[in-house]
């Protein structure tokens, strides 16, 4: 099974910048993001597939964040510009099967990372 370690969260004021890295055992067909606020549902931030690199990013953060691999550093990045307070939760890396996997589904990602906290604060 894959393991995941992500690093990068912290606290920074609205309009600020952060980055996000995790760390992957081995490599799996897809990686996402995932966040999840106080007394909220998990949602998704953004999906990648690692064979292409191909992502899709969600409505409520697209044209702030972009997500990218490296494939020869088994790492997934998440790149936070112009965050917002309501951006504030605890981030997850996730992964879905080694091979195979509908990289857009979010029933693919079954493992998880132990999440990362960002606050924004205005």
């Known amino acids: 099974e894959v393991q995941l370690v992500e690093s990068g969260g912290g606290s920074v004021q609205a309009g600020g910048s952060l980055r996000l890295s995790c760390l992957a055992s081995?490599?799996?067909?897809?990686m996402a993001w995932f966040r999840q606020a106080p007394g909220k549902e998990r949602e998704v931030v953004a999906y990648?597939?690692?064979?292409?690199?191909?992502?899709l990013i969600a409505d409520s953060v697209r044209g702030r964040f972009t997500v990218s691999r490296d494939v020869t550093k088994l790492s997934l990045t998440l790149q936070m510009n112009s965050l917002k307070v309501e951006d504030t939760a605890t981030y997850y890396c996730?992964?879905?099967?080694?091979?195979?996997?509908?990289?857009?589904?979010?029933?693919?990602?079954?493992?998880w990372g132990q999440g990362t906290q960002v606050t924004v604060s205005s």
């Open positions: 081995m490599s799996a067909s897809c």
């Open positions: 990648i597939s690692w064979y292409d690199g191909n992502p």
């Open positions: 996730a992964a879905g099967p080694r091979f195979g996997g509908a990289c857009f589904s979010r029933a693919t990602y079954q493992t």
